[in-house]
C-alpha cells in the first residue's frame, strides 16, 4: 500500500506507575532520519527506539518526542550535584553584589537550574522502562501509519489518473506519427514536381526519401517503453512495500522516453503531445516525492 511520507502519531498510557506519551511527526526526507526529545535520565531508550521505529518507517524524517511521568513507580533515586550547586550559587552572588541585587535565592530556584538534581532509574528497571515504553510507541506507530496509509490513498488515485493520461497521449503519438510520414512524403514530391517542372518523379528515389524520413523519426520504440514503464508504474503502486525510490527512478525513465519522442517529432501536433506527456510526468513526480 502506498504510504505518505508526512505523519502524525500520539499515543499515551499509564503502565506500572508511569504515565508515558509517545509522539511522532515526519516529514519527506531521501532516507529515514530520526531526530529524538527523550528525558534525559531516560537516554538509554534513545537507540532502541530507532532501531525499533525503523522497522516500521522506512523513509523520511521522524522526530520522536517522549514524555514520561513517574506516578507511582519504585526504584527512581534522586541525587544532588553540590559542586555544581555551590557553582551556582557562587555565581549569583558575585551577581548579587555586581549589581547591588537583592539575595533572595531558595532551595526552590536553586533546584531548577540544569543538572542540579537528576532523577536516576536502577539499571535493573531498564527492561521494564523500555517494554513500558515500547507499548505505547506501538500506539503512536500505529495512528501515524494509519494517517500515512490515508493520505497514500489519495496520491495513488491522483497518480494513476495522470499515468492514464499519459497513455492516452502515447495512443495519439502512435496515431499521428505515420500521418507525420505521409504527409512529409507528399511535401518532397510536391516540391520535386514543382522542381522538375512536370516530368516524371523518380518513384524509387520516393520509397527511398520515404525509408529514411521514417526511420529518422520512428518512436515505436520510445512508445513500447512509455507503455511498459506505465504497465510497472501500475504494478508497483500495489505493492505492499515501500515503493517511492523506485518510482523516482521509474519517472525518470519516463521522462527520458518522452524527450526522445520530442527530438524526434517534427510535426506541431505531436509535439504538443509530447509537452502534454513531460506535465503529466511531472505531476507524477510531484507527488512521488511525498511517498515512502
Partial sequence: MVRSMTGYGRFQQTIDGMDITVELKSVNHRYYEYSSRIPRSYGFLDEKLKAYIQKSISRG??????????????????????????SYLKALGELCGRFNLKDDVSTMSLARFTDVLTVHQNAGDEDEIWNAVRQVADGSISRFIEMREREGVAMREDILRHADNILKAVDEVERRSPITVREHMEKIEARMRELLDGADVDEQRLLTEAAIFAEKVSVSEETVRLRSHIEQLQMFLKSDEPVGRKLDFLVQEINREANTIGSKSQDISLARTVVEIKSETEKIREQIQNIE
Fill in 61 to 86: 524524517k521522524v522526530d520522536v518526542f517522549v514524555w514520561i511521568n513517574t506516578v507511582d513507580a519504585p526504584g527512581s533515586e534522586v541525587t544532588v550535584n553540590f559542586s555544581l550547586a555551590q
